[in-house]
């Protein structure tokens, strides 16, 4: 009796079976076409119609995190949100408990990517006012990779021309990238080309050709 699936959807390759579809070896390679579409026909007959998963419940987050942007004038929470309480708070990797290392990302923790959903609700005021809370932060610290993230979406958002304000602002990211720069023994380190890039797109993009990189 022919299966509510072949009912609606004839095949394509139409082979008999015959009366020796029961002898069909599957662990043997097939001797010639025939053979090999009756091998797919019969495992296609011996896997079942319904396949349900098995899902460990342990695995899976007690908790969520929703993705609730802070209230435009919270600085603190903008720096939680964006950089993460680990790299805020200066947490080492080492505290870190059994939850965080679990496979799903704490958001909370690492902070929120810059999503398109998020950067596109932004206007330029915003944009702008994030910008200026992410460079005070970043001119009394290190460099991280969620603040890379964040300050190339954010110029990235920053339409021209700019804003009297906004000139300030990217003219001291640029100096910080380049007084980080030059602090570095290597140039292999992981954060000079997130550095490179940033004083680019202020230099060249944004026009400050002042605080380009000169050609040797």
């Not at 079976?17 to 495992?43: A, I, K």
């Not at 460990?56 to 939680?80: H, I, Y």
């Amino acid at each position: 009796m022919k299966s509510d699936v072949e009912e609606l959807m004839p095949r394509l390759l139409p082979v008999d079976c015959g009366e020796g579809t029961e002898d069909v070896d599957l662990s043997g390679p097939p001797r010639n076409p025939q053979e090999y579409l009756r091998q797919v026909q019969l495992e296609a007959s011996l896997c079942p119609d319904v396949v349900v998963a098995q899902i460990d419940p342990k695995k899976l987050k007690k908790t969520q995190t929703v993705n609730a942007s802070p209230k435009l004038t919270d600085e603190e929470g903008w720096k939680r949100f964006c950089l993460g309480e680990t790299t805020y708070l200066g947490s080492s990797s080492s505290r870190l408990t059994e939850a965080d290392q679990e496979p799903a990302l704490d958001y909370s923790k690492v902070g929120f990517p810059p999503l398109l959903s998020i950067v596109s609700r932004f206007n330029q005021s915003t944009v702008l006012m994030l910008l200026d809370i992410l460079i005070s932060w970043f001119e009394e610290r290190e460099f991280v990779p969620q603040l890379g993230r964040w300050l190339y979406a954010l110029l990235a958002c920053l339409e021209k021309p700019l804003l009297p304000e906004a000139h300030s602002s990217i003219r001291q990211l640029a100096r910080r990238c380049a007084q980080l720069r030059s602090t570095m023994n290597s140039q292999e380190d992981e954060n000079l080309p997130a550095l490179n890039l940033l004083i680019c797109l202020v230099a060249r993009y944004f026009e400050q050709v002042d605080l380009a990189d000169q050609p040797e």
